[in-house]
């Protein structure tokens, strides 16, 4: 994702997509719902400012937000 500056950010760093990538650690069926799931979705704590709660809230909701095939989400 964008950092929306010109100005190198120590995000600009995070190179290995490997170790950096967000990972999908599970997947269920919603009860009642058919052709609906929930997923769960990690992303290693490397990424965001220790005690930051604001930057690691928005790189979340902002990425999460951006999958153009959600119709809905709840967090």
């Known amino acids: 994702s964008s950092t929306g500056t010109w100005t190198t950010v120590w995000t600009d760093g995070l190179t290995s997509l490997d170790r950096y990538k967000g990972r999908c650690y599970g997947i269920e069926p919603v009860p009642g719902e058919e052709s609906q ?28 937000f951006g999958f153009k095939a959600l119709r809905a989400l709840r967090l």
Do not use: H
């Open 37 to 64: 799931f929930i997923a769960y979705v990690a992303y290693p704590l490397d990424l965001f400012e220790e005690g930051s709660v604001t930057n690691m809230f928005t790189s979340i909701v902002g990425n999460v």
